[in-house]
């Protein structure tokens, strides 16, 4: 069975950092185009950042998400945090996401 487990999320305070975790099962991370979604107050789900192919992408110069094969594990690089980013942060499949983990909170306040 497939299964996504999200960590890494907390308070920051705006223009912080946060490195987000996903450990992946029954699933192989490198094979799949996989992607980090994030859910923010009364907002709908939206694919923040994606990766096909390669260890790392980079986007808007904020966010990098980068991929360990060895520990079929996501991972997602933010910084210079704003409160936008306020959101429950998932990571899936970038293409027909199936299987939602519970997710990491990410709250950006001062």
């Known amino acids: 069975q497939v299964q996504f487990v999200e960590s890494g999320g907390g308070l920051v305070q705006p223009g912080g950092s946060l490195r987000l975790s996903c450990a992946a099962s029954?699933?192989?991370?490198?094979?799949?185009?996989m992607g980090w979604y994030r859910q923010g107050p009364g907002a709908q789900r939206e694919l923040v950042a994606s990766i096909l192919s390669g260890v790392s992408a980079n986007y808007a110069g904020r966010f990098t998400l980068s991929r360990d094969n060895e520990r079929n594990t996501l991972y997602l690089q933010m910084s210079s945090l704003e409160p936008e980013d306020t959101a429950v942060y998932f990571c899936?499949?970038?293409?027909?996401?199936?299987?939602w983990g519970q997710g990491t909170q990410v709250t950006v306040s001062s």
């Open positions: 029954g699933i192989t991370l490198r094979l799949v185009t």
């Open positions: 899936n499949r970038a293409y027909n996401p199936f299987n």
